[in-house]
């Protein structure tokens, strides 16, 4: 006796897929305030891009562009190294 499969029409349906989320790009802050380098002494801007944990916040969360991560990446590690930033969250 045979077993009965999806491909014959048996008790066997598939799940109609789930449509993707697709969210609005976030524009980076740095372009729209014409910023050219981040300042590691401003510190009220770093810790918006830094989590409760201390983690740096990735591009995709925060919108900013690959030349200002850096930057950005470079500044808080700049601060934490003066201690103006913790390096753990508290």
Excluded: H, W
Aim: glycine share 6%; proline share 4%.
């Amino acid at each position: 006796m045979a077993f009965p499969s999806a491909a014959k029409g048996g008790k066997f349906k598939r799940k109609p897929k789930r449509a993707k989320r697709v969210e609005a790009p976030k524009s980076c802050r740095f372009t729209k305030d014409d910023v050219f380098q981040v300042d590691y002494r401003d510190i009220a801007t770093l810790n918006r891009l830094v989590s409760s944990q201390g983690k740096i916040s990735s591009r995709k969360r925060t919108g900013s562009s690959a030349f200002y991560q850096r930057q950005v990446a470079l500044a808080v590690k700049r601060a934490r190294f003066i201690a103006l930033l913790p390096y753990v969250g508290e």
